[in-house]
């Protein structure tokens, strides 16, 4: 396994990472066989693990795995999504930030999270307020390394000011979405982690489970075990998938291969987040793990799907208050048409 910078944060990381969010209880995985897959990715040379307290028992299963292995591994949670009813159990609050670290410590059983990210802005809570804690938190120990997840360029850059402003600790990683179905960041996202330095780490590169090959159109698609069924149905994806499934046949290559070395193929990509929910998953992704393209292949990938677009949005991406609030985008009745 070759090693990446993460961005300068001084960590080197492996290209293929780890996602325990398919190794979680709810998914239907025995957490023994679990802990035997983070075992094997480990011995394969995948250093970089990444859960969040959200998804489950995933952390509790990543702890039982690390133990006698902790330092072998950059260990990354996230934090923000809700957990539970209790409108104060989410977001980017000092209250809830201060909480929830012990929290996903004590189920790591770890006495430090190498990354910590907020897995989706917090239009609610002001971002020196979010960085004062998490700030806090570094200077503790607690916290090596503080990143967002799913941020838009816009977010990141005020992000950034706002640190050099207070004088607090920045976000040194982001986590974004893509894959060859969903390339929005390589118009903004990409080209500012790379002027900050910050490491990327990229979630979703075979878009949903539509890259894998196994959803064809016209063919009888098992969708009881999916949790984004709808981008499993969606026909513009679809359409896209059968025209890159006789590209990589052309280029002798299964699908999850072409579509994990197209992930890490830019240059603002540090590591690409796999999945799998088997030992026969995780074994068929290691094996394409020194596959790289060709610029014929990406070229041929840029005319089916040009850079920087989206084939469709994402059920799971951010959306800011002025889309989910009709008031913040209509004026109120009586002055529409005031000048």
Do not use: C
């Amino acid at each position: 396994m070759k090693y990446r910078n993460l961005g300068r944060t001084g960590i080197k990381v492996s290209p293929y990472a780890l996602g325990t969010l398919m190794l979680a209880g709810q998914m239907g995985n025995d957490p023994d066989e679990s802990v035997r897959i983070i075992h094997k990715a480990i011995d394969a040379g995948i250093n970089l693990i990444d859960t969040a307290d959200r998804y489950a028992d995933s952390e509790d299963i990543v702890g039982k795995a690390l133990k006698g292995h902790r330092d072998e591994v950059v260990l990354a949670t996230k934090v923000g999504m809700p957990m539970g009813e209790d409108v104060n159990r989410q977001g980017a609050s000092r209250r809830w930030i201060t909480t929830a670290v012990e929290n996903s410590l004590r189920r790591l059983g770890t006495d430090h999270i190498d990354i910590y990210q907020l897995q989706r802005p917090d239009p609610d809570t002001d971002l020196e307020e979010t960085l004062s804690v998490l700030t806090d938190l570094v200077r503790a120990g607690k916290v090596r390394v503080i990143g967002s997840s799913t941020t838009p360029a816009s977010v990141i850059v005020q992000a950034q000011w706002a640190a050099e402003r207070a004088g607090l600790q920045r976000f040194r990683t982001e986590q974004p979405p893509y894959s060859i179905l969903n390339r929005g960041i390589e118009r903004e996202v990409l080209p500012l982690a790379q002027e900050y330095g910050m490491g990327v780490m990229v979630w979703g590169p075979f878009g949903q489970g539509l890259l894998t090959g196994r959803v064809r159109k016209g063919g009888e698609n098992d969708l009881k075990r999916v949790q984004f069924s709808r981008h499993l149905t969606d026909e513009r994806r679809i359409d896209v998938v059968e025209q890159l499934i006789p590209l990589a046949e052309e280029a002798g290559l299964p699908m999850t291969h072409l579509a994990m070395a197209f992930a890490i193929a830019h240059p603002g990509v540090t590591a690409a987040l796999l999945g799998p929910r088997t030992m026969e998953h995780l074994d068929d992704l290691l094996a394409g793990a020194d596959v790289e393209l060709s610029d014929d292949i990406l070229d041929r990938i840029d005319k089916i799907v040009p850079p920087g677009t989206e084939v469709s949005a994402l059920d799971q991406e951010y959306k800011p208050p002025a889309l989910l609030d009709p008031a913040l985008r209509r004026r109120p009745a009586g002055l529409r048409s005031a000048a």
